[in-house]
Nanobody
C-alpha cells in the first residue's frame, strides 16, 4: 500500500521561508508525476505546483500566485518531492498536500491525482 507523507509545515512570519517534504512509503511512486495542492478553511483544494516528465525532460508547473516564490524539486533516489516556499504571505496559510497523479493527466488537474497525503499545516502569521 503506497502512502505519501508530508512534513515540514509549521508557523512562520510573513516574508519567511519554509520547505515542505513529501516522501513515499510502503511502495514506489514516480516523483515525475507528483504535485502539491493546498486548502484553506472554506475554500476548494487548489493547485500549487507540480512536476511533469516528457521527452526525457522534467518540467515544473506553478499556480500564478506562487510563481517566483515557490520552487518544486525532487530527489528521485529518496522518492521525495520538496516545495521550497519563500517570501511567504498571509494568504499562503493552508493545509498543504502532496499527491501523485495518473501519468496521462494534466499536471494542474486535481482530478488526475489518485494518491494523497494527509497534509501538513502551514500558518503564516505575525
Amino acid at each position: 500500500q503506497v502512502q505519501l507523507v508530508e512534513s515540514g509545515g509549521g508557523l512562520v512570519q510573513p516574508g519567511g521561508s519554509l520547505r515542505l517534504s513529501c516522501a513515499a512509503s510502503g511502495g514506489t511512486i514516480s516523483t515525475s508525476n507528483m504535485g502539491w495542492f493546498r486548502q484553506a478553511p472554506g475554500k476548494e483544494r487548489e493547485f500549487v505546483a507540480a512536476l511533469g516528465f516528457s521527452r526525457g525532460l522534467v518540467f515544473t508547473y506553478y499556480e500564478d500566485s506562487v510563481k517566483g516564490r515557490f520552487t518544486i524539486s525532487r530527489d528521485n533516489a529518496k522518492n521525495t518531492v520538496y516545495l521550497q516556499m519563500n517570501s511567504l504571505k498571509l494568504e499562503d496559510t493552508a493545509v498543504y498536500y502532496c499527491a501523485a497523479r495518473d501519468p496521462s493527466s494534466p499536471p494542474r488537474d486535481r482530478a488526475g491525482y489518485i494518491i494523497w497525503g494527509q497534509g501538513t499545516q502551514v500558518i503564516v502569521s505575525s
